[in-house]
Structures are given as C-alpha cells and as structure tokens.
C-alpha cells in the first residue's frame, strides 16, 4: 500500500488538528478533511490525500496562465493536483476543483520532472489551487530546478504567508488569479471566502522573494463597487509592486453556478483606461480576441511582441531591449 504524506502547516489539537496553510485555518476533527478535502486529519496527524495523484496534465503555451513578461513562447507542461480552497460560483475548471471524486493518476515526482524533460521548458502547477498541494508541489519543484526546468504557478493567493515563503524558495514566477479586484463582498458572495484580504499579504510575500509576479484580475460587474475597487487595485499594485506589474484583466464568462451576462468589454476597456491612469504600463485583456494581448514598449509604443490567443506570432526585441528606443523591457526571457 502507498504510504501516506503527512502534511506541512498543522497543529495537533487535541485529537483535532488545525491547517495553517490558508486563512481558513480549519479544525479538522478525526477522520473528517478541510474545506478543500484534500487535508485529512486520520488519528491526530493531517494527511495529504492528494500527494502523487495528478488529476489533470497537459501541454501548454506559457502565455495561456498567462504569463506575459516570463518565458515567453515557451511550452509548460502543466499539472494539478484535485481540489481548491475556495468555491467560485464562476469556476471553469469545477468538475477537478469543486466536484472530483477521483484524486488523480498515482505518479511520483521523479516521474513528473521526466515527462517536463522531453515536453515542455518547466512546469506549471495550475488548473486548480496549487497551494493545497504544496507537499507533492515542493518535491516536484526540488528535482525540476535541479533539472533547469522553470517553476511556475497560477494561484487564488489564498496562502497564509508562512506557505509562500516555502513554495518562493523554488518557484520562478506565479500569477495570482484576483476576483473582482479583492473587493471582500465579492470574494464572500462569489468566492465563499472569509478573510480575502490575506491575499494581498500572500502577492507582497511572493514579490518581497523575488518570485516573478503576474496578476490577473476576473472582473463580474455585477458585484462589488468594479470601477472604484479597480482603481484602488491599480493603486495598491503600482504601490507596492510597481509600475511594471503586468496586470490582465479577465473577462467573465458563464460557468459552473453563475449564469450572469459576460463582462462587458466597454467596462474591461475603462480598466485599461483606469490602470494607464494610475501609472501602470503592461495591460492587458484576457478572453478578449485583439490588441490588447499584445506589448507594447512603456517608452516609445512600438510593438514588442505580437500574439494571437495564446500563441506568440512576432518578437520584436533584442536581450530583453526594446530594438527602436533601447528602453529595457520587464520581461524574462529563457
Ligand atoms: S488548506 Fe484546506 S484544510 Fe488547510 S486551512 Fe485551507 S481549506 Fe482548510
Ligand atoms: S479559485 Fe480558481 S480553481 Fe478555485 S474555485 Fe475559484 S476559479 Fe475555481
């Protein structure tokens, strides 16, 4: 029989447990799991359910989490583990996050770094919430460095601080999947999530450890105050992040519980608008087919980087210069 992994970030309490790898922090009594039932407390110790399964795995251009500014062009070979911390009444990817009932394929690290070898230039833990899988994640991780594989992940950033620390020793770059711009109402209604204000502690951790940092921002008109709460997100990243973050503002489509009309692009180009104001100068639309997938240079304008969907057709840049005005361009190249 497989052994099981004992889970990082848990206190015993009692014969109950207490998971300190997101704000949840939940008791977990005997037998039963966390919010997210891939922690299970089996006799006064919690348990990892989902360390070596692998629920879904696929090729991928890098620019589809989206990273815009990290390894363009590149393939990822991207994985998940089943399960999230949160409960989007919006999520597109339900039936592994919300409604699995199979934990995944038995596959071990060693197996992972392989497969990442032949396919892909690094790997990508995405799809559904990493962090609750960062046990399997961390010896993935180890092996892919050694490897010269990159390590990214396409987070909720509902970690407590302690768990990104961990996980910022090993990865390259993350980007942190934002809902209505960490409006709280928002995130309780939508999201189900208490405490989301811990998120943006998680984004300044990551940065403070030099891991490359994308935000994407999933915008429902229909919650919160949108045109005030994106200000005070393009305000709160250009403060604290600065003025190069790349920042992709999703549109919103029907999915899974939410049945509301998609976000409307006159509203996601007021975004743009709202972010340009407030000094932020690699902006982006995500789900909406045009220029706005493209980068232009900060200085002078001119088209760096063409892409179509998630494809990259043109490259118009020299070591990370931009070749018309020499301005350096925030992005990592392989
Ligand atoms: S990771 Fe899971 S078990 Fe731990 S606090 Fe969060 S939801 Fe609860
Ligand atoms: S955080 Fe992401 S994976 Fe989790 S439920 Fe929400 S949309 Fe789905």
Not at 118 to 141: C, K, M, N, Q, V
Not at 168 to 193: C, F, Q, R, T
Not at 246 to 271: A, D, G, M, Q, W
Request: a positive charge.
């Amino acid at each position: 029989m497989r052994k099981m992994k004992e889970a990082l970030f848990y206190k015993k309490k009692n014969t109950k447990v207490q998971c300190f790898l997101c704000p949840r922090n939940c008791v977990i009594t005997n037998n039963a799991t966390g919010f997210c039932r891939v922690r299970k407390n089996i006799e006064g110790k919690l348990y990892s359910l989902s360390y070596g399964r692998v629920i879904s795995a696929a090729i991928d251009p890098i620019e589809k989490k989206p990273f815009y500014h990290f390894a363009p062009a590149s393939i990822a070979f991207s994985i998940a583990g089943a399960g999230c911390n949160l409960s989007c009444d919006f999520c597109c990817n339900f039936e592994i996050s919300q409604e699995w009932s199979y934990l995944g394929e038995q596959i071990t690290a060693e197996e992972i770094v392989s497969k990442a070898k032949r396919l892909a230039h690094g790997i990508s833990y995405t799809y559904t919430e990493p962090s609750i899988w960062i046990e399997f994640i961390l010896d993935i991780a180890k092996l892919a460095k050694k490897e010269k594989l990159y390590n990214t992940m396409v987070t909720n950033g509902y970690t407590s601080v302690e768990a990104v620390k961990e996980l910022s020793k090993y990865m390259d770059a993350v980007v942190i999947d934002l809902k209505n711009s960490g409006n709280k109402e928002a995130y309780l209604k939508l999201s189900h999530a208490p405490y989301s204000e811990k998120i943006f502690d998680a984004i300044l951790e990551y940065a403070k450890n030099k891991v490359w940092v994308e935000i994407t921002n999933l915008i429902v008109t229909q919650y919160g105050e949108c045109e005030k709460d994106v200000r005070n997100f393009c305000k709160w990243t250009y403060e604290n992040l600065g003025e190069f973050t790349p920042v992709h503002f999703l549109r919103y489509f029907p999915s899974y519980k939410l049945n509301l009309p998609p976000t409307p692009i006159k509203f996601l180009e007021k975004c743009i608008t709202i972010a340009k104001e407030e000094g932020l100068k690699y902006v982006y639309l995500g789900n909406v087919l045009g220029s706005y997938e493209n980068t232009y240079c900060h200085e002078c304008g001119k088209l760096l980087i063409e892409r179509k969907g998630f494809y990259v057709t043109k490259i118009n840049l020299k070591n990370s210069l931009c070749p018309y005005c020499g301005a350096k361009i925030p992005i990592e190249f392989l």
